[in-house]
């Protein structure tokens, strides 16, 4: 290898690490004060792990037990009697996902959601065949 080409190698190679080093603080920094889980069991049934209560003003986020990464199921929340979460427009955040970064809870009281998982392409949770796929998000 020539001094130029290994040159390029050791630019490249640290520029990689830099890369890496911005993502690992960026995770860090999204970190949210309370992980939500929303588990996909027995192939079908959406189970939230909601705490109750959940402190006004801290950070909420959204995630899965099934799979990770790119391949992560997506998480769904749908509030239907108003939400603690706002819009940038001060508006209620009627729907939350797991793709989005961690939101901070703008309102107090009871706030009902429904719950669903996307998982390889099919929608589970909420509905006639397992109402227990939502909870209460109770805001103090």
Known sequence: MSTSAL????????QAASTLAQATLANHA???DYEIRVDLLHGDDVVPHIPDPL?????VHY?????TGQNADLVEI???NGSPY???DDTPKMTVTSQDP???LEGKGIFFARCYITHNGVRYGWGLTYPGAGGNHVVQ
């Open 7 to 14: 040159a390029q190698a050791t630019l490249d190679l640290a």
């Open 86 to 88: 706002l819009n940038p």
């Open 102 to 104: 961690p939101l901070q």
């Open 63 to 67: 995630k899965t037990n099934s799979h």
């Open 55 to 59: 402190d006004f003003g801290k950070t």
């Open 30 to 32: 999204a970190r949210a």
């Open 78 to 80: 749908e509030f239907h």
